[in-house]
């Protein structure tokens, strides 16, 4: 198992937990933090027993984007230099829509700039009642341009230019509301919920999860016609895969 400094990489119930853990800095994202991040998410990919994997934040914080003492730094920085920083966050956000596994945020307190990029690069989004979303980044003379590309497929264009643009802050029941998100629970039972959802998650076919995954990101670039046929495609595949034939012979044998 590999060591860490500003993640916490630990499995349960074949469940992978990658917790950022920066609480002093809101767990901002740095060159590091973005780093570690990919070789956990590879990690978790390559444990045969990890079924799903949970990205959550340590302290009061999911995450509060990009580490503003880095980004001063940036500044003085040649282009080539930006562009290896930049390119490691896009990275990221690509391995994370690559994994066969399903990524969950658990998000709690504020998710801020690239926090509410990381967030909604996970396949599925779970918040506290009590969470709040926001892209800063307009707020500083910036633009959350790695992020946008995630944020348009997740909503409708003016519902992105407006939180892209604007830098209003949303809660956890707007963010439901607008599909930002999945689901919202109590405080008291945030965790718990979490692990529960995960849980439930994990009992589901592998191979049907995987290929959902697949097929799903596969057809943004896609027109109407070149979906259809490749949900032909990925159709005969799944009624190959074992689970598929076994649940069939089992639900069958019950007649």
Known sequence: MAEYTDIIYETKNNVAFVTLNRPDKRNALNDRIISELRDAMVAAEADDQTRVIILRGAGKDFCAGADLAQLEKSAQASILENLEG???MAELFLTMRRLKKPVIAAVHGRAL?????LASACDMVIAARSASFC???VKIGFVPAIVMS???RNLGEKRAFEILATGKVFSAEEAAQIGFINRVCDDTDFEAEVEKYAN???QLSASALMLTKYLLYQIDSMNFE???RAGVDL???ARQTPDCQNSIRKFLSKG
Do not use: C, L
Request: glycine fraction near 14%.
């Open 200 to 202: 439930e998650i994990a």
């Open 235 to 237: 159709n005969i595949i």
């Open 113 to 117: 700039a690239g926090g509410a990029g």
């Open 86 to 88: 930049a390119s490691r």
């Open 150 to 152: 995630i944020a348009r």
């Open 135 to 137: 892209y800063t980044e």
């Open 226 to 228: 070149q979906a259809i």
